[in-house]
Nanobody
Framework: QVQLVESGGGSVQPGGSLRLSCAASGRIFSIRTSGWYRQVPGKRRESVATRVSGGATNYADFVQGRFTIWRDNAKNTVYLEMNNLQPEDTAVYYC???????????WGKGILVTVSS
């Protein structure tokens, strides 16, 4: 079994920054793909950033160069650095990992990010 623990969320003023972390523990051979998603009440969960095992990354259009996803394979931890946060970035952020063995899909419980003045 694999557990994901997210951290780094909280409240920040517009223009501020946060770094989200998603640490995976358990029976992990490797992380095949990793991603961050977000959800606002009443709306569908949307992709923010994804990274495949080869290192290629993909970002949602609304990121506009403000966020960066990366991974520390030695720590089985995925990060999302978020800069120039805006009120519309307020959401619950979830990490998602596709983990070997078995290419199993895991979701974190979500962490709240609030951007307000």
């Amino acid at each position: 079994q694999v557990q994901l623990v997210e951290s780094g969320g909280g409240s920040v003023q517009p223009g501020g920054s946060l770094r989200l972390s998603c640490a995976a523990s358990g029976r992990i051979f490797s992380i095949r793909t990793s991603g961050w998603y977000r959800q606002v009440p009443g709306k569908r969960r949307e992709s923010v950033a994804t990274r495949v095992s080869g290192g290629a990354t993909n970002y949602a259009d609304f990121v506009q160069g403000r966020f960066t996803i990366w991974r520390d394979n030695a720590k089985n931890t995925v990060y999302l650095e978020m800069n120039n946060l805006q009120p519309e970035d307020t959401a619950v952020y979830y990490c998602n990992l596709l983990i070997r063995p078995g290419d199993k899909d895991y979701w974190g419980k979500g962490i709240l990010v609030t951007v307000s003045s």
